[in-house]
């Protein structure tokens, strides 16, 4: 069982920055791809950003360039840096887990057994 809190969340303008973080209670973190989701008011969940466990990162193409995932493995610890925030960055952002090693399978989110509670991220105009 793999257990994921966020953190970091909160209120920030437009333009400016934030680091989420997530920690895993799972043993063997490094066998993992961890994954970044997030849902705005009256949308769907999205996919935002992956890490495999040896590093190769994916995006979405809403916030490449913006926004960078990263994890330390011997820390159990995966973490979103987003850096020049609009509006319609604001949303709950989800940490998510998975040990499949199909990259295919890390963009929706069937593709994750474990999910976070979530951390809101509210970016003011």
């Known amino acids: 069982q793999v257990q994921l809190v966020e953190s970091g969340g909160g209120l920030v303008q437009a333009g400016g920055s934030l680091r989420l973080s997530c920690v895993s209670s799972?043993?063997?973190?490094?066998?993992?791809?961890m994954g970044w989701f997030r849902q705005a008011p009256g949308k769907e969940r999205e996919f935002v950003a992956a890490?495999?466990?040896?590093?190769?990162?994916y995006y979405g193409d809403s916030v490449k360039g913006r926004f960078t995932i990263s994890r330390v493995n011997n820390q159990h610890t995966a973490a979103l840096q987003m850096n020049s925030l609009k509006p319609e960055d604001t949303a709950v952002y989800y940490c998510?887990?998975?040990?499949?090693?199909?990259?295919?399978?890390?963009?929706?989110?069937?593709?994750?057994?474990?999910w976070g509670q979530g951390t809101q991220v509210t970016v003011s105009s």
């Open positions: 799972g043993r063997t973190f490094s066998n993992y791809a």
């Open positions: 998510a887990a998975t040990s499949s090693g199909y990259s295919g399978t890390y963009f929706s989110l069937s593709g994750y057994r474990y």
């Open positions: 890490i495999r466990g040896n590093g190769i990162t």
